[in-house]
């Protein structure tokens, strides 16, 4: 009976897999084919003779290949550095000293990203960076960035850090050891992998945006893909599927690749589950 | 949120949020203000307004609410009815439930099935909109798309999504998209139960739903707090469905974030743009704090 | 003591941050020579490539010469914007408003009032100076079309080209449905008759007219404007200086939509409502399932291109004139209706070289110049002197059109009055409203746009 049930069990989990699998793998299968497939059309088909040349014109597009690995990268690796950073430096802070009411604090902040991520913000944005003399730059981009994701790294780090015991570092501080001598070799250890999932979701968060660059960068030396993937429209302004296709493949390749080498790493979870 | 003593001074304390108090203070607190201080003027980027704004008290709240026509399709009303059926369908209905059940399936498990299923519900999370906006118009392609060749196939018609059910479809959309967030938390909320528990019910002999309902669900209340004030507020400032709609066809999947987009981008209205992700933060708010009463009564009648 | 030393690693790690990726923007050289930068929606190979390979294998070269020749070292730059017309207006505005931005601007002309009223353009005398109305080419280039980048009497541009709006019909279909051709309509009537037939015939979807918001400007000038026009009205009245927003012509218009769309099922709504409905009905007039289309001179000259080849295009595709609803019944009495719009360049007035950046405005607007742009796309140019190239059909379009055409009203608040004539256009064909209720919530929105002062109502009997 038991080793019955248990069997009907697993092959409902089999089921229940491939329902889930099926469900958010179909919606990304054409951008497996269409991008080897010498004339696209909207329809998933095996090509017969599976081509690389999308690929070779879209790297003869020196514009876009500069957006993607040049731009990009620095983009969504100077937001990832700087989210990743500041939020555990603070997230740390936050969880080992008492302040009163941090938990709506950091709410509160998180509302205002709401407000300051919109469509509505862009003319003080756009101010804020003149003023700053960061038109046309990364680094503004970057800073803007940081500034709209950290309340929502910041609350998704601090349970990590309130979840690792702080024996140690309580034992440390007895032996005299210095606050940020205590973060760096007994604290960070432990959260590490907290500040890997951090960490990826500001890169992917930088990587996709489209709003803030297009607001604040200027040349196109500076562009990044998702405005460069326009450069891939037709006359008419539509779409060349081919083209588009192989861009946008290489444009989703490296979050990819950055979640499996996490994953691999560190495992990819949120360390103890975030708490209220 | 017990009070646990802290290791460092507030001062230390403070010293570790120094960066973050810079940021937040510069790019957060100091943008938001000035949106503030808009949201009160009838600012726009072109025309007279723009080279002489004039504050204008509350006329742009008072705009966004003339209840005479805001239920037309294009007004602020329809745009708020359309993102609470998109918040209920896609947040709550559907990423939490998506996500209590798939890590409620793998609990306790591992293996290849687990990890294929996980890594591609992460993939739909973490690739760039606009790639995924191209990936679902190929998708849904009324003649060519993959779901309908597949429907068809099995004698189901080939439905034009985005025109015969436009809201369902960006709800699914959403659904597929931020499910991922929800999995993981719940999964790793759902490692934190101490086995024992689970196991003294398997012992009973207790159906799965009763132990899910009697044992984990209420150790998980805090998680699903988390959860669910997470995914509400970002699934209401979500834009991508924009790329596949553009919020027709006639404004049925105008959600308020396309509707600030109208107004902000295309008129150039940044005050009333800015009164408009006012009134949406303040909605998020009550929203979380009715949450919170929510699962804080649920608790004391349990 | 730690404190101290900890608040300085801290502000440290900030400033790491902060100046990380600054060194990858490079600094720009700054030489004596005068460097002028340009932009357009134009990328190589992608949106408007040839307007790139004519500025940069031509107009910038042959300036650069010719300003060495003068002894002078200037150098162009053209920065090439690949994101949306929406977006490069919020640049412009942006840009503009601190002071900023490049010496030349692709401007589309309807946004020049709005600009101006912001304080964000000059008239080009008071950025070049004298020399501006001293130029040849204003001689060959009509009032009308210096109109379009003109405001209040003032230039602030040169335009680029004008275009014309005109009935698209596929010549295989109407034969094969047995309709005569060439054929010209006189009336709505025999629109629809030819509709009828196409339909019987097996079309299907004979007719499309532009409606609807996500059109966008393409429902305003292809859609409502060639309608209404052709109920006799045109959306502002120009003698009086007010807005038309509820007339016996406004319910016409909106009845032919409702024939069209809702009665007779003559056209798809569908493609009126969804994001790419434009793009689609291009398709579907490729592919034969439409076989009447109001376009603009743009759809012949480029965007059928990217469906179908240009032999197939001479052979299938040909075109008519826009009827009145009767003859004689259309704006100003006249038996076919057609509007223009048009883009051209505006001068920054925050460019630190205004005389160079003129002199290049003018070169690109020269006739040499404007022979060669021809040769690579020939289109209706803003000169006089500069004749289409080597297409019949533009150039009959051209002759047929030009003399009957108007424009839209160079207001700042036009954007968003056209936004309300495509809302209004969409409350139809959806079947939301009945004309009478459209145009009833047109006149009321339109009247808080502009004012109760600055609107015209006909009262329908």
């Known amino acids: 009976m038991r080793n019955y049930e248990s069997t009907f069990s697993k092959l409902l989990l089999v089921l229940f897999s491939l329902a889930c699998m099926a469900f958010f793998a179909l919606p990304l299968l054409w951008l497996l084919t269409a991008p080897f497939t010498p004339m696209t059309t909207l329809s998933v088909e095996i090509p017969d003779n599976p081509t690389l040349d999308n690929f070779r014109t879209v790297f003869k597009n ?215 | 949120m017990e009070k646990r003593p802290g290791v460092f001074s507030g001062k230390v304390g403070l010293t570790f949020l120094t960066p973050a108090l810079f940021f937040v203070a510069i790019f957060l607190i100091l943008p938001f203000f000035w949106i503030f201080y808009l949201s009160f003027t009838n600012r726009t980027l072109t025309g007279v307004t723009a080279a002489n704004p004039q504050f204008v008290g509350l006329e742009n709240y008072q705009r966004l609410f003339d209840f005479d026509q805001w239920m037309r399709y294009g007004q602020f009303g329809n745009a708020l009815k359309i993102t609470f059926q998109f918040v209920l369908g896609s947040a709550l209905l559907g990423q939490a439930v998506v996500g209590l059940t798939v890590a409620w399936a793998f609990y306790r498990r591992k ?13 739909a999370w973490i690739i760039p909109e606009v790639v995924v906006a191209f990936a679902w118009s190929a998708f849904l392609d009324v003649d060519r798309g993959t779901l309908n060749t597949i429907l068809s196939a099995v004698g189901l018609g080939q439905p034009d999504w985005l025109f015969d059910y436009p809201l369902l479809t960006i709800i699914i959309f959403n659904t597929w998209r931020g499910s991922a967030f929800s999995i993981l938390l719940f999964s790793s909320a759902l490692e934190t139960i101490p086995p024992s528990y689970v196991e003294t019910a398997d012992v009973v002999g207790a159906s799965a739903w009763r132990k899910f309902r009697d044992i984990i ?46 107004t902000a981008f295309k008129f150039f209205e940044f005050g009333r743009g800015g009164a408009i992700a006012v009134v949406m933060m303040l909605i998020n708010f009550m929203l979380a704090m009715g949450y919170l009463i929510a699962l804080r009564r649920q608790k004391a009648v349990s | ?63 650069e010469e010719a300003m060495a020749a003068e002894g002078k070292n200037v150098t162009v730059e053209l920065v090439q914007f690949g994101g949306s017309d929406e977006q490069l207006k919020e640049q412009y505005a942006l840009d503009l408003g601190v002071g900023g931005g490049y010496d030349l601007f692709s401007f589309d002309g309807f946004w020049v009032p709005e600009f101006v009223d912001a304080g964000l353009l000059q008239p080009l005398h008071t950025v070049a100076g004298d020399v501006v109305d001293e130029w040849e080419g204003w001689g060959h280039i009509s009032e009308g079309i210096q109109a379009i980048l003109g405001y209040q009497g003032e230039r602030y541009g040169i335009a680029a080209g004008t275009d014309v709006r005109e009935i698209f019909y596929r010549r295989d279909l109407f034969e094969e ?64 200086g007010k807005w038309n927003v509820s007339s016996p012509a406004i319910l016409d218009a909106l009845n032919l939509y409702k024939t069209i769309y809702l009665d007779e099922e003559l056209g798809d709504a569908r493609l009126q409502l969804i994001a790419d409905g434009r793009d689609r009905s291009f398709a579907d007039f490729a592919s034969g399932k439409i076989a009447i289309l109001v376009e603009g001179d743009w759809f012949w000259r480029s965007a059928i291109l990217s469906q179908m080849e240009e032999e197939t295009r001479n052979e299938v595709v040909t075109w008519a004139k826009m009827p009145a609803k009767e003859p004689g019944a259309g704006f100003r009495g006249q038996d076919f209706v057609t509007i223009s719009g048009g883009t051209g360049w505006v001068l920054n007035p925050n460019t630190d070289h205004p005389e160079e950046a003129w002199a290049l405005l003018a070169h690109m607007s020269s006739q040499d110049m404007q022979l060669i742009w021809e040769e690579i796309l020939p289109r209706i140019n803003f000169r006089d002197d500069v004749p289409v190239a080597g297409d019949e059909v533009m150039s009959a379009m051209a002759d047929e059109l030009l003399p009957l055409t108007t424009v839209r009203p160079m207001l700042p608040d036009y954007a968003k009055v056209s936004y309300e004539a495509q809302l209004m256009t969409e409350r139809v064909v959806s079947g939301e409203m009945s004309p009478e209720e459209a145009m009833e919530a047109y006149a009321e929105a339109v009247t808080d746009i502009v004012g109760e002062d600055n609107v015209i109502v006909i009262p329908v009997e």
């Open chain 1, 62 to 276: 020196e514009f876009a290949i500069r957006a993607l690995f040049r731009n990009n990268l620095i983009i969504a690796g100077g937001a990832m550095l700087s989210v990743a950073a500041v939020a555990t430096l603070a997230s740390y802070g936050l969880s080992r000293t008492r302040i009163v009411g941090r938990d709506i604090l950091v709410y509160v902040l998180m509302l205002f990203s709401s407000v300051v991520g919109g469509t509505a913000a862009m003319v003080p944005l756009f101010l804020l960076a003149y003023h700053l003399k960061l038109i046309d730059t990364h680094v503004g981009v970057i800073l803007v960035m940081t500034g709209g994701l950290l309340p929502a790294a910041i609350f998704m780090m601090r349970d990590f850090v309130d979840s690792i015991p702080r024996s140690y570092e309580e034992a440390a501080l007895v032996c005299g050891a210095g606050p940020f001598r205590i973060f760096r070799d007994i604290a960070f250890p432990l959260v590490r992998p907290g500040v890997a999932v951090v960490a990826i979701w500001a890169f992917v968060n930088a990587w996709g945006a489209f709003l803030i660059p297009v607001v604040m960068l200027r040349s196109p030396e500076n562009m990044p893909a998702s405005v460069a993937l326009y450069s891939f429209y037709s006359e008419a302004g539509t779409p060349v599927h081919t083209l588009v296709s192989a861009y946008a493949f290489l444009y989703g390749l490296p979050v990819l690749v950055l979640y499996l080498l996490v994953n691999w790493r560190f495992g990819f979870r949120f360390f103890g589950g975030i708490k209220s």
């Open chain 2, 111 to 123: 293996g290849l099935l687990r990890e294929t299923v996980f890594t591609l519900a992460v993939l």
């Open chain 2, 217 to 262: 669900f209420p150790l998980m209340r805090g998680h699903i707090l988390t959860d669910l004030i997470l995914i509400t507020l970002w699934t209401f400032n979500v834009f991508t469905p924009f790329l596949l709609t553009g919020g027709g066809p006639t404004f049925r999947t105008e959600l308020v974030s396309i509707y600030t987009y109208r």
């Open chain 3, 1 to 63: 003591m730690f404190r101290k030393a900890m608040l300085v690693r801290m502000l440290v790690i900030v400033a790491m941050i902060s100046t990380l990726s600054a060194a990858f923007a490079g600094p720009a050289a700054a030489q004596d020579e005068i460097k002028l930068t340009m932009t357009c929606r134009c990328v190589a190979d992608g949106v408007n490539s040839e307007l790139v390979g004519w500025l940069l294998e031509h107009v910038i070269p042959t300036f």
């Open chain 3, 177 to 240: 449905a047995g309709i005569e051709v060439p054929w010209q309509p006189t009336s709505w009537e025999e629109i629809l008759e030819a509709g009828r037939i196409l339909k019987e015939a097996g079309v299907e979807t004979p007719i499309q007219i532009n409606a609807g918001t996500a059109m966008g400007e393409a429902t305003t000038m292809q859609g409502w404007d060639m309608v209404l026009l052709g109920a006799g009205q045109h959306m502002y009245d120009f003698d009086e």
